[in-house]
């Protein structure tokens, strides 16, 4: 019982545990998002695609171009621990901007999700991918 409540309580799990939970964390995380989000962008599981926003007035094509790329692309990246902290920098952009620039004035009901997204993500550009990734296996290929 003691045990028990040890493993409930520890505040500090060890490495291959923390390294499980970054890869369900990172996998589930991106898969939500190609599928929340990302999918409605190119027009499937709805009638017509969704319109991209453009509040920084950027071209449009570059505008919708780099919306589908953090949607669908990078997240990929993520899943697969491939470049994953430079993989979640436009994913942060287009989160961040969701937020603080189109979500801004919202209720906290609607303004949600990009703050959460954005802070998963930041977590993972803090903590890297995790030890199940290809960026451990290149630097440990490197070394």
């Excluded at 499980?20 to 939500?32: G, P, W």
Aim: net charge positive; aromatic share 14%; hydrophobic share 50%.
């Amino acid at each position: 019982m003691k045990k028990i409540i040890h493993i409930i309580t520890n505040t500090n799990p060890g490495g291959k545990l923390i390294n499980i939970a970054l890869l369900v964390f990172r996998v589930l995380l991106s898969v939500e998002l190609i599928v929340a989000h990302g999918l409605k962008k190119i027009g499937v599981g709805v009638s017509e695609a969704e319109q991209v926003p453009n509040p920084l007035h950027l071209p449009e094509a570059f505008n919708n171009l780099f919306a589908d790329a953090a949607n669908l692309v990078f997240p990929v990246f993520v899943i697969f621990g491939f470049f994953t902290r430079i993989a979640v920098l436009p994913i942060l952009a287009v989160t961040l901007t969701g937020y603080f620039i189109l979500h801004w004035n919202d209720a906290l009901l609607v303004k949600d999700t990009p703050f959460m997204y954005s802070l998963c993500y930041l977590f993972l550009l803090w903590m890297g991918s995790g030890k199940y990734s290809v960026d451990y296996y290149l630097t440990k290929k490197s070394s």
